[in-house]
C-alpha cells in the first residue's frame, strides 16, 4: 500500500487547478496555481462515508415499497417523520430518522450485471475515454487528499481479507487504492512487539530520520520523500491503534450498532471518521437476493436499520453531520417481479439511493417510480447525477475541477450530467 | 501523427534488421554518451561515482544484490585503471547473474501472476545459454512442448488464460494486449472496441487482427505449461462500437502488418497430425503463432527490438526512452531519437545478446554519475541522464541484499562455497522469510513494477515483523555479533556502513554512531548497534539503487 503524501497532493492540485484555469496540462506546473484555491482545498475537512450493500439491496423492501401491488411482496410500509412518506415496515428505526436523510427513488442507470455494474456505479460511470476511472474513494483520496489527521484517505472496512486494493484507483495511480481492513482488522504488524521499548523505537526511527536527511541532501527529493511518507502514515496508524480495540468499544455501542459484521463495520466506521480518515467504505455482502428475497430481507435489513440509525444518531450526536456525507447504495436495486424462486433479480431501471449529513437537505425525497415500481416516473437520474451531488456536498465543483491523465484533462463526474440541487443545502 | 501503426513502421525502418546501421567503429558505449551529453547542452553534470557508489549500483543491476563487505573492500582497493570495465565483464560472466535475470524477467513479463518451476527453469536456462532474445521471445509466443529447456516459456501465454473466479471469463484481450506491451512496446488495451481514442496509431483493427491469434489458441493443460492451436480459416470479422461497420482483417502482427491465412483441403492442415492416444497435438501448415512468433521477433521487426532496448535501458537508466514503456506512438517520440535507434540497431546486429547491451550500458559515463548533485544548482529532469536516476530495488534484490548486509548469509552458511541461493533453499527460516519478502515489496499481480513506491505494509513489516528483527539482534556470526566485538567506534563505524549500505560512513555518519553509543555498554551497547543496523534496513539508501 502506499498514500498519497502531501508533496503529491500539492503537485496534483496545481495541476487540476492549472487545468481549471486555463487548460494548461502538464506545462502548467506550478505557474498557474492558484494560491487561495489550493489552501482552500487543504483546510477542507469534509469527510465521506460509504455504505455500499454488495449484490444489490431491494427498493420495494426498503426505501420505495409498494404495498398491496401485484410486485409489493409480503411487507407492508410504515409512516416516517416525515409526512406523507413511507418505507417498508423492515426499517422501523429508519423511519424516525427520515427528517434527516434524503432518499432518491428514481435512480435510473444502465448496468445489469454484478461485475462491471460495481465498478461503474463506483466509478460514477464516465463518458467512455479509454481510461479506467477511480473508484469514488480513490477520486476523493486524489482530489481532497488526506486530512490534517495524516491518516490514509481511503479505508474500506470489509468482511473477508484485507489489504491494499490498488485497482480501485484506476487511471490515477495505485497510490490511490484503498486500504481494506479485512473483518475490521488492522493491517498487518501494526502493533509494536513487546520486544522493543517505545524509546528503543524512537531512538532508531531518529536514527533513520537522520540518515535519510543525509541520503537526500543534493539528491532528487521525492523519493526520499516517499519513502519517509510511509513510515509517518504506518507511525500515525499506530497511534490510532486503540480504533481496532474492540474491548475499548462501550458495551452500549456495540448493542446499539449490532454484533453482526455490518454493525461492528459501521462502529468502526464512525471511529474511523472521528479519527479522520477522509473516505470510509463500509460494504455488506449477499445482497444478490434472486431466491428467497422476502426471508432474506426479513433478516438484513433490520442489521442495516440498525447499525445506520446508530450511525445518523451519533453524527448529529458529535455534530460531525455538519462536515460528514453519508451515503447508502449499491450497484442497482431489484426487480419488481418476483420471480419463480421467489426472488428477485438485477433491476437498474428504478431504484433508491440514501444520504445524509455534509451538505445534503435533510428531509428530502427525490423523485417517484410507477404505482408498481417497475420504472421511474419522474425525471430520471443516473450516478453521475449523484457524482455531481456529492462532489458538490463537500465543495468540490465538479463542472470545474478536472483529472490530468497524462496531458488529457478528464471531468470528475460525467461530463452530460450535473448536480440535483432539490438534494443539496 | 495521423499515419497508422504500419505507417509509423516504415518510419522506423532504420532499425530494420535488412537496412541496418553501419557497425560503429566507436564502441556503443561511448555512442551511448557522445548522444547523451550533447543532448543535455547546459544541463548540470553531476560528477562519476565514486567506486563505492558504482559498485553497489553495477552489483545491484547485475547480480541481483548488493556487495560483501569483502567483495567491496577487495573492489575498493584494486587500483587498475580498467576495474570498473573488470568488474562489469565478471559480473556478466559470474553465478549470479543468471538468477538476476531470471527474478528481472520475470517480473517484466509475468507481473506478478505466479510461479511455475518449468517457467523458472526456462528462464534460468534462457540467462545459462545467454540465448538471444529473439529466441527467448519466439519460445515464448509459439512454445515448442517437446524441447524440455524451452516448453516453460509457453506459461507466458498460459498464466493469462487462467480464470479467477468461477464467473470470470478468461481475459484472452488481456493476453492480447500484454503481447502487445510486452513484446513491441505499444498497448492496443483500449482499442478492442474501437480505434484508441487518444492514440492516433493505435487502431481497433490491429488489436483484432492480433487477438484472432489468441482466440484460436487455448492451453492444454498437464504437468508442464503448454497450448495447442485450432485450424485457422477465416479472417477475423469485427465492428467498432462507434461506427457499427463491419470489417475484416487477416492476422496483424505488431510492427509488421497483415499475415494473410493460408488454407488447405480439409484432412490436409496438419504437418504433422495430432493424436490423442500419443497425447501429441500436431504441427500445423499454416500456425498462427508461428506466425506470431515469426514476424514479432525478429531483426525486421523495429518495434520488437526497440521495445526491448528501451525496456533495458530503462533497467539501467531508471528512465525509459520512451515513457510509458508501453507507449510506443508516433505522437510520444522518445527523448532522445538517435540514440533509440543506435541502441536497437546494433541490438540486432549484435544477435539480440542482451549480456552484451547490458555490458555497454554500464560501461557508459551515464550510468557511472553519481545521483548526487553538488552545489547548489537544481537538479535536471530525469531523461538528461546527466545525474544518475534512483531506482526501486525488487523485492528479490531486497530480500538478497538484506541477506549480505545483515550477515544472515555468514551466520548460516557453512564453509562450503554455496551460492546464496542454495543457502537459502536449504535454510527453512529463509525460505519463509524470502516468501515473506516478496508478499510484502511486490506489486499486486499485473502491476508492472516501474515506480519506487514504497508502501505503509513495508514499513510496518520492517518495523515489527519478528523475523526481520530478529537480524538485527546479535546471533552467532551475524554483522550485530561483529560490530558488538569491535571496541573503536570509528572501525565499527566503517564495518557497519560497508556492509549496509555499501560505503564507508561520512564524518556524520561516524559523530550519529559515537553519539549513540557514547556510554553504553554490555546489552545497551548491543541494543544500540542493532538500531543502527535496523535504521541503514529501513532508509531510504538501502532501498533504492542509487
Known amino acids: 500500500m502506499n498514500h498519497c503524501r502531501s508533496w503529491e497532493h500539492g503537485w496534483s492540485r496545481r495541476r487540476m487547478l492549472g487545468a481549471v484555469a486555463g487548460g494548461a496540462g502538464v506545462a502548467g506546473l506550478g505557474g498557474i496555481l492558484q494560491p487561495a484555491a489550493a489552501e482552500e482545498m487543504a483546510r477542507n475537512d469534509k469527510q465521506i462515508l460509504l455504505i455500499w450493500l454488495d449484490g444489490g439491496m431491494s427498493q420495494l423492501e426498503s426505501w420505495d415499497p409498494k404495498p398491496n401491488t401485484p410486485f409489493g411482496g409480503p411487507f407492508r410500509s410504515i409512516p416516517t417523520t416525515l409526512p406523507g ?49 477511480p473508484y469514488l474513494g480513490s477520486a476523493v483520496a486524489k482530489l481532497m487528499g488526506p486530512t490534517e489527521s495524516g491518516l490514509p484517505p481511503y479505508v474500506w472496512v470489509k468482511p473477508g481479507n484485507g489489504g491494499f486494493i490498488a485497482k480501485h484507483a484506476g487511471f490515477l495511480g495505485a497510490k490511490y487504492g484503498a486500504l481494506a481492513l479485512g473483518d475490521g482488522k488492522p493491517p498487518a504488524n501494526l502493533v509494536r512487539p513487546d520486544s522493543i521499548s517505545a524509546a528503543a523505537d524512537a531512538a532508531r526511527q531518529e536514527l533513520r530520520r537522520k540518515f535519510n536527511r543525509q541520503f537526500a541532501d543534493r539528491r532528487r527529493a521525492n523519493f526520499n520523500e516517499a519513502n519517509s511518507y510511509v513510515y509517518d ?5 499506530m497511534k490510532h491503534v486503540e480504533l481496532f480495540d474492540e474491548a475499548k468499544l462501550s458495551e452500549k455501542d456495540r448493542r446499539r450498532y449490532g454484533t453482526h459484521d455490518l454493525g461492528r463495520h459501521a462502529l468502526l466506521a464512525r ?17 444478490d437476493t434472486h431466491g428467497d428475497n ?8 433490520p442489521k442495516v436499520d440498525q447499525s445506520v440509525t446508530a450511525l445518523i444518531e451519533d453524527l448529529y450526536d458529535r455534530g460531525l453531520d455538519e462536515r460528514v456525507l453519508v451515503v447508502m447504495m449499491a450497484e442497482f436495486g431489484r426487480t419488481p417481479r418476483i420471480n419463480g424462486s421467489v426472488g428477485r433479480d438485477h433491476w437498474p431501471n428504478a431504484w433508491s439511493v440514501a444520504m445524509a449529513g455534509c451538505g445534503i437537505r435533510p428531509g428530502t425525497v427525490v423523485g417517484e417510480t410507477l404505482p408498481d415500481g417497475t420504472d421511474v416516473k419522474t425525471t430520471p437520474y443516473d450516478i453521475g447525477h449523484m457524482f455531481h451531488t456529492w462532489f458538490s456536498a463537500v465543495g468540490l465543483d465538479s463542472a470545474e475541477a478536472e483529472y490530468m491523465n497524462g496531458t488529457q484533462p478528464l471531468p470528475i463526474a460525467h461530463d452530460d450530467m450535473h448536480k440535483v440541487d432539490e438534494l443539496l443545502i | 501523427m495521423r499515419q497508422p501503426l504500419v505507417l509509423l513502421v516504415a518510419c522506423l525502418a532504420a532499425a530494420d534488421g535488412s537496412n541496418l546501421v553501419q557497425a560503429a567503429e ?31 549500483r553495477v552489483m545491484l543491476d547485475l547480480a541481483g544484490r548488493i556487495p560483501t563487505v569483502a567483495e567491496a573492500r577487495r573492489f575498493l582497493g584494486e587500483t587498475a585503471a580498467d576495474k570498473r570495465f573488470t568488474l562489469i565483464d565478471s559480473l556478466l560472466s559470474g553465478d549470479d547473474y543468471p538468477r538476476r535475470m531470471q527474478e528481472l524477467f520475470h517480473v517484466m513479463l509475468m507481473e506478478r501472476r505466479g510461479e511455475h518451476a518449468e517457467w523458472t527453469k526456462f528462464l534460468r536456462y534462457a540467462f545459462n545459454q545467454n540465448l538471444p532474445w529473439d529466441r527467448v521471445a519466439r519460445a515464448m509466443l509459439s512454445p515448442d512442448a517437446t524441447d524440455e529447456n524451452l516448453r516453460g516459456a509457453a506459461y507466458f501465454l498460459t498464466a493469462r488464460l487462467t480464470k479467477e473466479g468461477a464467473m470470470a471469463p478468461v481475459d484472452v484481450p488481456g493476453l492480447t494486449r500484454d503481447v502487445g506491451r510486452l513484446m513491441a512496446g505499444v498497448d492496443f488495451g483500449c482499442a478492442q472496441c474501437h480505434d484508441h481514442v487518444s492514440i492516433e496509431d493505435y487502431k481497433q483493427v490491429d488489436f483484432q487482427g492480433l487477438h484472432m491469434i489468441f482466440e484460436n489458441m487455448q492451453s492444454r493443460g498437464g504437468e508442464f505449461p503448454a497450448v495447442t492451436e485450432k485450424v485457422m480459416t477465416k479472417p477475423r470479422e469485427f465492428k467498432s462500437v462507434f461506427t457499427r461497420d463491419p470489417r475484416t482483417t487477416p492476422l496483424r502482427i505488431p510492427g509488421a502488418g497483415d499475415v494473410s491465412i493460408r488454407t488447405f483441403p480439409k484432412g490436409e492442415e496438419y504437418l504433422v497430425a495430432p493424436d490423442r492416444k500419443a ?43 520512451v515513457e510509458p514503456l508501453d507507449l510506443f506512438h508516433s505522437a510520444n517520440p522518445p527523448t532522445h531519437p538517435e540514440l533509440l535507434d543506435r541502441l536497437a540497431g546494433e541490438f540486432v546486429l549484435h544477435k539480440f545478446d542482451i549480456k552484451w547491451l547490458l555490458g555497454q550500458l554500464a560501461r557508459t559515463r551515464c550510468y557511472q554519475r553519481s545521483s548526487r548533485l553538488p552545489g547548489d544548482q537544481p537538479l535536471p529532469p530525469r531523461s538528461s541522464y546527466t545525474v544518475a536516476n534512483q531506482k526501486r530495488l525488487s523485492a528479490e534484490q531486497l530480500f538478497w541484499s538484506t541477506l549480505v548486509a545483515t550477515g544472515e548469509i555468514d551466520r548460516v552458511k557453512p564453509a562450503t562455497d554455496d551460492t546464496l541461493e542454495k543457502v537459502v533453499a536449504r535454510t527453512e527460516s529463509l525460505v519463509e522469510l524470502q516468501k515473506q519478502f ?10 508492472p513494477e516501474v515506480d519506487f513506491a514504497p508502501t505503509v505494509k513495508g514499513a510496518l513489516y520492517l518495523m515489527h515483523d519478528q523475523a526481520v528483527l530478529e537480524l538485527v539482534k546479535p546471533r552467532p556470526g551475524n554483522l550485530v555479533t561483529k560490530l558488538a566485538a569491535e571496541p573503536d567506534t570509528g572501525k565499527l563505524s566503517e564495518a557497519l556502513f560497508l556492509a549496509v549500505v555499501s560505503r564507508g560512513p561520512t564524518t556524520a555518519d561516524v559523530q550519529v554512531v559515537a553519539k549513540l553509543l557514547e556510554n553504553k555498554t554490555g546489552a545497551a551497547r548491543i541494543e544500540a548497534i542493532g538500531q543502527l543496523a535496523w535504521a541503514l534496513l529501513a532508509s531510504t539508501e538501502f532501498c533504492l539503487n542509487h
Do not use: C
Not at chain 2, 26 to 55: N, T, W
Not at chain 2, 284 to 291: C, D, G, N, Q, T
Open chain 1, 85 to 133: 412518506i413511507h418505507v417498508s415496515e423492515l426499517m422501523p428505526k429508519l423511519s424516525r430518522q427520515m427528517k434527516r436523510l434524503a432518499v432518491v427513488r428514481s435512480m435510473k442507470t444502465e448496468d445489469a450485471n454484478h461485475s462491471s455494474g460495481v465498478p461503474k456505479i463506483l466509478r460514477g460511470q464516465p463518458r467512455n475515454r479509454g481510461v479506467t476511472y
Open chain 1, 233 to 237: 502514515v504506518a507511525g500515525t496508524l
Open chain 1, 271 to 287: 471511529r474511523l471518521i472521528e479519527a479522520g480518515v477522509r473516505f470510509v467504505q463500509v460494504t455488506s455482502y449477499g445482497w
Open chain 1, 294 to 301: 422476502f426471508n432474506s430481507h426479513a433478516s438484513r435489513m
Open chain 2, 26 to 56: 566507436a564502441p556503443l558505449h561511448q555512442v551511448i554518451d557522445r548522444l547523451v551529453e550533447s543532448r543535455a547542452g547546459k544541463q548540470p553534470l553531476a560528477p562519476m561515482s565514486d567506486d563505492a557508489e558504482f559498485l553497489r
Open chain 2, 279 to 321: 497425447k501429441r497435438t500436431g504441427v500445423l501448415k499454416f500456425s498462427p503463432l508461428r506466425e506470431l512468433a515469426g514476424g514479432l521477433a525478429t531483426g525486421k521487426n523495429p518495434l520488437f527490438a526497440r521495445n526491448i532496448v528501451n525496456r533495458l535501458w530503462f533497467v539501467m537508466m531508471g528512465r525509459g526512452l
Open chain 2, 438 to 447: 516478496l508478499k510484502t515489496f511486490s506489486n499486486p499481480p499485473k502491476e
